[in-house]
């Protein structure tokens, strides 16, 4: 029997039974549904949080702390020996790692900031003038030049200032690039009166928008933080003894953060990077959509019991039909072909259906989610701010599905094609 002839008797017996494959490929396209809807829903979830990962920091950087800092705190610290100071001698050591293309103590300080009639809360980050352009700071105003007293600020800075007296935010926000800033710090001294002192620094450059920190941050050379902070504690900090509380690591590639960051640990220091937090994520997105979609393969497994259910039945209606065949001359494997392909195309119609359901649903869970949340930025004043998607379908995840739930149909269809191929023809002819 040729294969057209098996594909036009496929054909012809699905379209006799109409209302029985329907009835069955519904189940399929349940399952199909199901795993589409909800693996989706994972992918989509997966793809907004790392799409966000730059609220992190550059995945060529990596924050290092010594890993005294975190004894008794509960974080497990694994190194070759004991823990290691972050001072000015560790740091050069770092820098000559392979790799490596920067590094940088991180030196921190908070305060008001006033600009004409505008004030603010300043996020004061402190670090090495020296390796401004081996960092990769990108600017869109000024230069990345640090000298004492000058700043360059990020791209949102301006935004967060306000007017103490009314208490709104100028629109639109004040121009820094070329501004002189004050600084004014606060602490209390040894007679409990409270201090303050004012710092005057000069604006010299605007980052330009990177999504992290660095849009809400002032960056100051080390020496002037050191300077603020000397002056909060009333004593000099000994760097040489007690270290920096962190530095910063520039690799020249993300593909050689894990390594390094091993290094880091073997030498008793802690390193956290957006690429371990990426891993991270991966990771536990993987597990999720796994979960997921079992719960919807299980949908689909229960519906290949249904294939079969429904092809055993055929085989009772269809016995004689089955004795004749053979008896003109179809060989067991064409037998058994037609039942296969009877059960396969059975899952490849309820997948496919599925697979369109499914991104029906993903449609319209995603616009009954971004209507909710817009509301919701509206009501809080976010308006016009950016709606994440809630359920993504990749082209792999459509195409597996369909594969998948043919799969389960063929698998489904075995049983009841062996059972049609053992049937003796004389007594299938003489079948009521």
Do not use: H
């Not at 039974?17 to 693996?39: C, E, P, Q, Y």
């Not at 007296?165 to 121009?175: A, L, N, S």
């Not at 980052?207 to 100051?220: Q, V």
């Not at 809630?390 to 059972?419: C, E, H, Q």
Request: hydrophobic share 45%; no cysteine.
């Amino acid at each position: 029997m040729s294969w057209r002839d098996l594909l036009y008797l496929v054909r012809r017996n699905l379209l006799r039974m109409k209302i029985r494959v329907a009835m069955t490929s519904i189940g399929v396209l349940i399952g199909t549904a199901a795993i589409i809807l909800l693996v989706s829903l994972g992918a989509g979830l997966q793809r907004f949080a790392l799409n966000d990962l730059g609220s992190i920091g550059e995945l060529t950087e990596m924050t290092v702390f010594s890993a005294s800092q975190f004894q008794g705190l509960g974080v497990d610290v694994q190194s070759s020996g004991e823990s290691t100071v972050l001072n000015d001698e560790t740091l050069r050591d770092l820098a000559d790692l392979p790799g490596v293309v920067a590094v940088t103590p991180l030196l921190r300080a908070s305060g008001e900031l006033r600009v004409n009639r505008l004030t603010g809360f300043a996020n004061i980050v402190g670090i090495e003038p020296r390796v401004i352009d081996d960092l990769g700071f990108e600017f869109q105003e000024g230069i990345g030049r640090l000298g004492q007293w000058q700043t360059f600020v990020g791209s949102r800075v301006n935004e967060r200032l306000f007017n103490p007296q009314t208490g709104g935010r100028p629109d639109p926000p004040p121009e820094l690039q070329g501004q002189t800033l004050q600084l004014i710090l606060q602490k209390v001294d040894n007679d409990g009166r409270l201090v303050e002192r004012t710092v005057r620094l000069r604006v010299v450059g605007v980052l330009a928008e990177s999504g992290g920190e660095k849009d809400t941050s002032y960056y100051l050379s080390t020496n002037d933080v050191l300077d603020l902070q000397t002056w909060q504690r009333g004593q000099r900090p000994n760097l040489r003894t007690e270290g920096y509380d962190q530095a910063l690591v520039k690799v020249a590639s993300p593909q050689q953060v894990s390594a390094i960051e091993q290094s880091l640990v073997q030498r008793g220091l802690l390193a956290f990077s957006a690429q371990s937090t990426l891993r991270s994520l991966n990771q536990l997105f993987l597990i999720i959509q796994i979960v997921l979609g079992g719960i919807g393969g299980i949908a689909l497994l229960v519906a290949g019991v249904g294939i079969a259910n429904a092809m055993v039945m055929s085989i009772y209606e269809r016995t004689r039909e089955i004795g004749l065949m053979k008896a003109v001359g179809a060989r067991n494997r064409d037998v058994m072909f037609v039942f296969l392909g009877e059960a396969g195309l059975i899952g490849t119609l309820g997948g496919f259906s599925g697979v369109l359901l499914g991104l029906g649903g993903g449609v319209v869970i995603n616009f009954v989610a971004g209507a909710y949340l817009t509301a919701l930025a509206a009501q809080e004043g976010s308006a016009g701010a950016e709606i994440p998607t809630l359920v993504y379908t990749p082209l792999w995840l459509m195409v597996f599905a369909v594969i998948f739930s043919t799969l389960i149909g063929v698998i489904s269809g075995i049983y009841p094609a062996l059972r049609a191929t053992r049937l003796d023809p004389i007594e299938a002819l003489r079948y009521e």
